[in-house]
């Protein structure tokens, strides 16, 4: 359905960010939904999990279902329902009803991050697309940050934020494939690629967001209750670590796979981890502010090669689908896992069992990204395993260039070269594999 592009796909990146937008708000939207509504911490985060649960409901129901659908008509009717869902629960103090609004809004963030998702694992370098739908989707969250604090209390600006993000990228959906009516049935009925790697990739993201967002559905609780801090400097402490999330990902996106997948992703979980100890146990504005800056820098550094992982096991996008799903799964449980365990453990203890949980799950990380993204092909890949072909086992990362293809990789183009008229074949033109010297005889040895 997604034809490769050597262009930047900025439909499928503002979709992205679109359907992004929402998690990375989480934070002021569940603060503002405890401060401004008659709902407890714990009932807030609960509203946020319901809205990314809805998200993750969409893209398990709708990953196989793209090219079916069509990629624009899909692309709309998320939009659609985010705009109707966060745009309705801005407008309204009636706790059901912002609930009933937060779910509709977040399946229409899922709606569009599964075309989004569909269509980068697609192009000729899905982490480079991946990597631009994080950069536009931490600036535009960090302009967010800088200016809700300024627009008076209430839970319905950074829903109407979202809204309004959902609104403006409807115009490039007229730039997304309708849909055709080719058949895809030999490619429908056929098993996911990559099996075993892409559960365990899946299983582990679950529990890789469930850790992150726990944290960061808590932070600015942590920033103002824990470090005493005002929302403004909470909000501008997220606004600039936002901000060098941006010079992580133009980084992750300038290295490319010089280092492969598998050191971005265990070394950075690990470094996270510290990270999360950090904040979680601020007292004061320059540990809070080193934690959540040096947090937010290196996670999308590390999810922008995860997402290029899940892309590269299936070209058609299904398990960067699905992972991606499995990861607002974790994203959903966070706020309400964040709220318990900070509730009942404080907040350094939680940031400690947070952590912990990081450094276990990066090592079957670890694994999938050195088992599916840098085995080189040699003798007998070709057809070993079943008939694996040797350009799906060699990855897209961590093999050497030249000679060795990658997942995903184009196809070399046929080139048809035109004759003016038809060779007329002459069998003296042919003999034995040899040496052919010009004065040789069609009776000669060849030599």
């Known amino acids: 359905m997604f034809a490769r592009s050597t262009t930047t796909p900025w439909p499928l990146v503002a979709l992205f960010t679109a359907g992004y937008l ?98 980068i694992a697609a192009e000729r370098d899905p982490h480079r697309a991946s990597t631009l739908g994080l950069l536009c989707v931490s600036a535009l969250a960090g302009a967010v940050y800088l200016t809700v604090p300024h627009l008076g209390a209430g839970h319905g600006q950074p829903l109407a934020a979202i809204a309004l993000t959902a609104l403006a990228v409807w115009p490039l959906t ?22 075993r790697a892409g559960l365990v990739l899946a299983g582990t993201l679950l529990c890789w967001s469930l850790a992150q967002n726990s944290l960061w ?10 470090a005493h801090l005002s929302e403004v400097t909470v909000g501008a402490v997220f606004a600039i670590a936002l901000g060098t999330g941006l010079v992580g990902v133009i980084g992750a996106g300038a290295l490319g796979a010089r280092l492969g997948r598998a050191v971005p992703i265990g070394a950075g979980t690990a470094l996270i981890a510290g990270c999360i100890v950090l904040s979680a146990s601020a007292h004061d504005l320059r540990t809070f502010a080193t934690g959540e800056i040096a947090w ?38 966070g706020p309400l896992a ?57 990855a897209s990362t961590g093999s050497p260039c030249g000679t060795v293809p990658q997942i995903g990789a184009p196809e070399q183009p046929v080139v048809e070269i035109p004759l003016d ?21 069609a009776t000669g040895s060849g030599g």
């Open 421 to 441: 008229t038809a060779a007329v074949p002459a069998q003296g033109d042919y003999y034995t594999a040899g040496p052919w010297h010009a004065g040789a005889t």
């Open 338 to 394: 964040g709220s318990v365990l900070s509730a009942r453990a404080g907040f350094p203890a939680m940031g400690a069992i947070l952590a912990a949980g990081l450094v276990v799950i990066a090592v079957p990380m670890t694994w999938v990204a050195l088992h599916t993204g840098g085995r080189l092909l040699v003798p007998g890949t070709v057809r070993r395993r079943g008939g694996t072909p040797g350009a799906v086992v060699a």
């Open 296 to 333: 937010n820098t290196l996670y999308p550094i590390v999810l922008s090669y995860v997402l290029g992982l899940a892309a590269s096991l299936d070209p058609r996008g299904r398990w960067a689908v699905l992972v991606g799903s499995a990861s607002s799964l974790g994203t959903a449980a």
């Open 217 to 226: 559905g808590v932070s600015g609780r942590i920033g103002i209750g824990q």
């Open 174 to 195: 007229g730039r997304l494939p309708v849909r055709t009516t080719t058949a895809h049935t030999r490619v429908e009925t056929a098993g996911l690629p990559h099996r």
């Open 22 to 119: 929402a998690p990375y708000l989480l934070p002021t939207t569940v603060g503002r939904l405890d401060a401004g509504l008659p709902l407890s911490a714990t009932q807030a985060g609960a509203v946020g999990s319901a809205l990314l649960l809805s998200s993750a409901a969409a893209g398990f129901l709708l990953a196989s279902r793209v090219d079916r659908v069509g990629p624009r008509t899909l692309a709309r009717i998320g939009l659609a329902l985010a705009v109707l869902g966060y745009g309705s629960a801005a407008l309204t103090h009636a706790v059901p009803a912002v609930i009933a609004g937060a779910v509709v809004g977040g399946f229409g963030s899922g709606t569009a991050t599964t075309v989004a998702a569909s269509g």
